[in-house]
T-cell receptor
Framework: EVQLLESGGALVQPGGSLRLSCAAS????????MTWVRQAPGKGLEWVSH????????NYADSVKGRFTISRDNSKSTLFLQMNSLRTEDTAVYYC???????????WGQGTLATVSS | EIVLTQSPGTLSLSPGERATLSCRAS???????LAWYQQKPGQAPRLLIY???SRATGIPDRFSGSGSGTDFTLTISRLEPEDFAVYYC????????FGGGTKVEIK
């Protein structure tokens, strides 16, 4: 069974940092692009970042560019999102998903909540 | 950036009725890269339709997708109680964008 399990969400003060992880299982992780999508409380879905299967190419939404870094460890089937200079508007449930540009988001994790508040 | 506009924002219907949800793109997109997702409260989104009209694995045939260019439609032929949820369209070509969502609620 294909599974994605996010972790790392927490309460952090504005200006702080968080590192989210997404552990993948049930498929050949190194063969697929991966994506982070977030959802602020009571709001819709917002694409955050995308990384190719090899990790050689990354893309970011304008709202997080320069502050967030996506990466992956294919040897451990794990996706990461390093979030720096956090703002209150970054408060959201963060989902990882299998797929990305040119590949539909076929499988999603259950999400992890990042709360930015003083 | 391609903007996706979904309408209506809320659809109030009864079980057994037909639901028609619209997704309009700000510029033409390839139908190969248009998807629909369902999200229930407290749950992650679930893929329903990809390539504008192909049902994902395990999705009942009461769900169907159609459209091309800038206008796409998700149709639920007869609403079941478990279908009341929020639905999002998404384009996944050279960028990734989501529509604002349509909530299908019980009338």
């Amino acid at each position: 069974e294909v599974q994605l399990l996010e972790s790392g969400g927490a309460l952090v003060q504005p200006g702080g940092s968080l590192r989210l992880s997404c552990a993948a299982s049930g498929f050949t992780f190194r063969s697929y692009a991966m994506t982070w999508v977030r959802q602020a409380p009571g709001k819709g879905l917002e694409w955050v970042s995308h990384i190719t299967a090899s990790g050689g190419n990354t893309n970011y939404a304008d709202s997080v560019k320069g502050r967030f870094t996506i990466s992956r460890d294919n040897s451990k089937s794990t996706l990461f999102l390093q979030m720096n200079s956090l703002r209150t508007e970054d408060t959201a449930v963060y989902y990882c998903a299998k797929g990305g540009f040119w590949e539909v988001l076929r499988v999603w994790g259950q999400g992890t909540l990042a709360t930015v508040s003083s | 950036e391609i903007v996706l506009t979904q309408s209506p924002g809320t659809l109030s219907l009864s079980p057994g009725e037909r639901a028609t949800l619209s997704c309009r793109a700000s510029q033409s997109i390839s139908s190969s890269y248009l998807a629909w997702y369902q999200q229930k409260p407290g749950q992650a989104p679930r893929l329903l339709i990809y390539g504008a009209s192909s049902r994902a694995t395990g999705i009942p045939d009461r769900f169907s997708g159609s459209g091309s260019g800038t206008d796409f439609t998700l149709t639920i032929s007869r609403l079941e109680p478990e279908d009341f949820a929020v639905y999002y369209c998404q384009q996944y070509g050279s960028s990734l964008t989501f529509g604002g969502g349509t909530k299908v609620e019980i009338k």
